[in-house]
């Protein structure tokens, strides 16, 4: 929904200062679906799961942004990053091996 408002106002305010390309329009269209899957899973999760868990796991989305800024943009991270992201994920298996 936020990508479909925004791809309007970005047609109604700024017709002349953004170029438009069909590749854009995908691509907002690709964040808009993404996005809405993200908040419908959260929200299954919380109905069917345990609470604790399915908001540590949310509460993860940076870690996802550090991982895939590694993956694809070869993005190199320092021990202290390394350290703090293992630690993250340690305390997710542990938050969800005990609740």
């Known amino acids: 929904m936020t990508?479909?408002?925004?791809?309007v106002a970005v047609l109604v305010v700024g017709r002349r200062s953004v170029t438009h390309n069909s590749t854009s329009f995908m691509l907002i269209g690709f964040i808009g679906i993404v996005d809405t899957l993200g908040n419908v899973a959260f929200t299954m999760g919380l109905g069917t799961g345990a609470v604790a868990v399915v908001s540590t796991i949310t509460a993860l989305f940076s870690s996802v942004t550090v991982l895939l800024a590694c993956l694809l943009l070869k993005e190199r991270l320092v021990m202290h990053q390394v350290i703090g992201f293992l630690a993250v994920m340690l305390g997710v298996g542990i938050v969800s091996y005990f609740a």
């Open 3 to 7: 990508a479909l408002v925004l791809t």
